[in-house]
């Protein structure tokens, strides 16, 4: 028979480890099932002009990244940057230099887009996405979905006139070998916003979310624990942040699931768990900012992630449509929070 002690220690253990879950890896609200509804013409519209982008971006230019193919990177940030202006945008270009790496001098740009806020202009939400690529691959999903997304928001917001300020920004020198390094563009940025001690509020990283699937256990996950908590079937979004970043964590997630019909799962985790840091939220962080990673988890579903054949008719432009629209309201919330 177990003793008392054995019982009394098992369930304080079943206690912890069911704690450990909820404030981890579960938000509050509950994730669609069933269907991601037609899409309405105006989100058809939007559809056609994301596959545009995309496949200027991962198609057209293609590899782009500054040790292997800088004329290419230049073309990105070129065309992001005329994308930005025949919406109405006025755009900046915060340029440093690279020379690591054997490299002499490279110049690179982040390029910021801001309509200022009309209530609370000091409060700043951050919307960005990285556009180089991992060096040899196009990077359609990875992160031209990202690039496209991020023009698509800033076409819908420029001539509103949010409470809060909003900074749409592309950044360069997400991959390897920069990533995570003082020569990583949003940790430029996000150190010059530290350095001018703007407060920023919010910052939502765009990454690879463009990939979508319905087939059975197509989703795997860095730990285990995550696997008895959220779907195995590849079709949701997922928006991860730090324990720090908890409250925007919910804010975004309510947002969301208070509009969209699409299975969504959310989890605030230790930065040391794999994928968790894996984008430009992480020089936010660093930083002391509140960020936001949204994201299809491609690295534990996409099959063509970090290869060249991340191409762009890899990408599920009907649900990528449908999310980018819902991402239009989870911007919205954010920049009208009083």
């Not at 197509?218 to 908590?229: D, E, H, I, R, T």
Request: charged letters at 25%; glycine letters at 6%; proline letters at 4%.
């Amino acid at each position: 028979m177990f003793s008392r002690k054995a019982v009394i220690s098992t369930a304080l253990f079943i206690v912890l480890v069911s704690s450990f879950l909820f404030f981890m890896f579960r938000i509050p609200g509950k994730s669609y099932h069933g269907h991601v509804p037609p899409l309405t013409d105006e989100q058809i519209v939007l559809r056609e002009q994301l596959r545009k982008d995309v496949t200027e971006l991962a198609g057209e230019i293609g590899d782009r990244n500054v040790n292997t193919e800088y004329e290419n990177l230049c073309k990105a940030s070129d065309f992001i940057e005329k994308s930005f202006v025949d919406a109405g945008c006025k755009v900046s270009r915060q340029c440093y230099e690279v020379s690591q790496f054997g490299l002499e001098g490279r110049e690179c740009y982040n390029l910021e887009v801001e309509i200022t806020g009309s209530e609370k202009p000091d409060d700043i939400v951050v919307i960005g996405a990285h556009y180089d690529s991992l060096e040899g691959t196009p990077g359609a999903n990875d992160n031209a979905t990202g690039v496209a997304a991020l023009l698509a928001l800033a076409r819908a917001f420029i001539h509103k006139k949010p409470v809060r300020t909003l900074r749409f920004v592309a950044f360069t020198n997400e991959e390897p070998p920069y990533f995570q390094s003082d020569n990583m563009g949003s940790f430029v940025y996000a150190r010059r916003c530290r350095e001018r001690k703007e407060n920023v509020v919010a910052m939502l990283s765009l990454e690879t979310i463009g990939y979508y699937t319905d087939v059975e256990r197509s989703q795997n996950f860095p730990s285990g624990l995550m696997g008895l908590v959220f779907s195995t079937t590849g079709n949701f979004i997922s928006f991860v942040g730090n324990i720090k970043s908890r409250r925007l964590l919910r804010d975004v997630t309510g947002f969301f699931r208070q509009y969209a019909k699409f299975p969504s799962e959310a989890a605030c985790l230790p930065e040391q768990i794999a994928g968790v840091a894996w984008s430009d939220q992480w020089s936010f962080w660093r930083n002391g900012y509140p960020g936001i990673m949204v994201t299809d988890t491609a690295p534990f579903r996409y099959p063509y992630y970090h290869t060249d054949e991340d191409t762009p008719e890899k990408i599920n432009y009907n649900r990528f449509a449908y999310l980018v629209d819902m991402l239009k309201k989870v911007t919205a919330g954010l920049a009208e929070s009083r």
